[in-house]
């Protein structure tokens, strides 16, 4: 019988490698709305991911929240 991997789960994988792409390209446009979105469904979606996922979804946070942070100031100027 062949163990079953229970932390493999493609479809959370997926979520967060789109969330992550949204992010680089909202960076890219240098889009505060798009950062702002991503940061909102990613806040609301971190309850329904295991440990390691919510490690991901952390990092993919921190590079919103230094994006909105970096061109917040730089409209600020």
């Not at 909202?26 to 991503?38: D, I, Q």
């Not at 469904?41 to 590079?63: M, P, T």
Request: net charge positive.
């Amino acid at each position: 019988m062949n163990a079953v991997d229970i932390t493999a789960r493609p479809g959370q994988a997926f979520i967060l490698e789109c969330l992550e792409d949204a992010t680089t390209a909202a960076l890219n446009a240098r889009s505060l709305a798009m950062l702002a979105f991503v940061r909102r469904g990613l806040q609301s979606y971190q309850q329904r991911l295991n440990d390691a996922e919510k490690v991901r979804a952390a990092a993919i946070l921190a590079r919103v929240e230094a994006g909105l942070r970096w061109l917040g100031d730089r409209h600020a100027r």
